[in-house]
């Protein structure tokens, strides 16, 4: 039974080492240190790995974040690992330096995000080999608090940068990504016929549902979201479509435990890197809006900052647009009426990955120690452990009861 730790390498690890010292470095050890919690992770596994190297005379150490395939038992599971990976490396080693390159030649920074030192892509032994932030100062913002306005600030100015790059760069190039890197077409639904995608989303929404259902007064949102779920995969593909104006290169994935920061000594946030592009399509930007709104944030924070968040991103766009002389093809108000249209997605991914952000460790399902066989009782035991959390954790009714309010305040459930 291969383990995620028996896929990194001597050989992956020298490459890397040469990718970022040179030529000249010389390994002397490596070790492999997880540093990650249950519940940090889902489509693989995160650790590092500390390098001791000899170079110019001296004796010097590094290290390397390292992602690997989760080596699960589990035909579903490694099947979108497959996927993942491979846009994830494309990402990184040939979209970015895409976007960065078209950023300098306008003046603008590039994206702030890890590089790519190494990928390994063979099909159930996947590596990818990124820098190691955490020397910088960069962590994780603990996500059971929910974001505040100033690291949300930091986040949508990096989004408005990284999608308008990706406007840029297809403008300048005619280059259509999707069909040029054709791993950008892959997503859930590619998975074994779109099947098991389906009923995942299917349950996402009863689950949903039985908690609107449990909590009382919200009979309304429990029949709305029963109707629901059997369109709920249609609804979800249909609101990841493209549509011009409002297409460029999503992150697809941006939500807190995707997202580090680096803190002033008085604990300001001022620095943020954006990581795992393992979902990024070609779609509305306001997917990713809603993707992060309605999974990183408590209710008051998203609702009554709205505007300001959306202004933000909005300028972040404009300034890098016009620095590459174009224009914006959608003003702040369409991106508003955008953002509220993707309304949808946002529910639909809030129900998903909210209760996943709010668990403790001990509330979190074990991947690691499943069969294919059990899928079905996976659904089960998901929803059986999602209400049960409801009355032992203190944060998700109140995380979901705000996204359902919104809902029905904005008219997207009637």
């Known amino acids: 039974q291969k383990t995620y730790r028996s896929l990194i390498t001597e050989s992956h690890v020298k490459q890397a080492l040469k990718a970022q010292q040179g030529s000249s470095a010389k390994l002397l050890s490596w070790t492999v240190t997880d540093f990650t919690n249950k519940g940090d992770n889902y489509a693989c596994i995160v650790t590092s790995v500390d390098v001791c190297y000899h170079k110019e005379g001296k004796d010097r150490k590094t290290s390397f974040v390292v992602k690997c395939n989760p080596c699960r038992d589990l035909p579903i599971f490694n099947e979108f690992s497959t996927i993942v990976f491979q846009k994830e490396a494309g990402y990184y080693l040939e979209l970015l330096p895409l976007f960065n390159a078209q950023l300098s030649l306008v003046g603008r ?31 994780m913002f603990d996500r059971m608090k929910g974001m505040d306005k100033a690291h949300a600030v930091l986040v949508l100015k990096e989004l408005g940068k990284l999608h308008a790059a990706s406007i840029l760069y297809q403008k300048e190039t005619s280059v259509v990504l999707e069909d040029k890197y054709t791993y950008i077409q892959k997503d859930f639904h590619s998975m074994s016929g779109g099947d098991d995608f389906k009923k995942m989303l299917t349950s996402q929404a009863e689950n949903a549902a039985e908690i609107a259902e449990r909590i009382g007064g919200y009979e309304k949102v429990a029949d709305w979201l029963k109707d629901f779920a059997p369109s709920s995969s249609d609804v979800f593909l249909e609101q990841i479509k493209k549509c011009p104006p409002f297409d460029v290169l999503c992150h697809g ?60 991103y909005y300028e972040s766009l404009r300034e890098v647009l016009e620095a590459g002389g174009t224009k914006a093809e959608f003003t702040s108000q369409e991106l508003r009426e955008e953002y509220h249209k993707k309304n949808l997605f946002g529910l639909i991914m809030g129900m998903m990955v909210v209760p996943i952000v ?22 089960k035991e998901h929803r059986e452990r999602m209400l049960k959390q409801l009355d032992s954790n203190p944060l998700l009714r109140p995380r979901l009861l705000s996204i359902f309010d919104e809902m029905l305040e904005y008219g997207v459930i009637s």
């Open 109 to 139: 920074e590039p994206i702030r995000a890890p590089h790519c030192y190494f990928a390994h892509l063979t099909k159930q032994e996947e590596v990818i080999f990124l820098g190691d932030l955490r020397p910088e100062g960069f962590k």
């Open 253 to 312: 994935d941006c939500w807190n435990n995707n997202i580090l920061f680096k803190y002033d000594e008085t604990g300001v946030p001022v620095d943020v890197r954006l990581l795992d592009f393992q979902i990024s399509r070609k779609a509305s930007p306001a997917t990713d809006l809603n993707y992060f709104m309605y999974t990183s944030f408590n209710g008051p924070e998203r609702k009554d900052n709205l505007e300001t968040f959306l202004n933000v």
């Open 358 to 379: 709010v668990s403790q460790a001990a509330e979190i399902m074990d991947l690691d120690n499943i069969t294919d066989a059990d899928y079905e009782s996976l659904v």
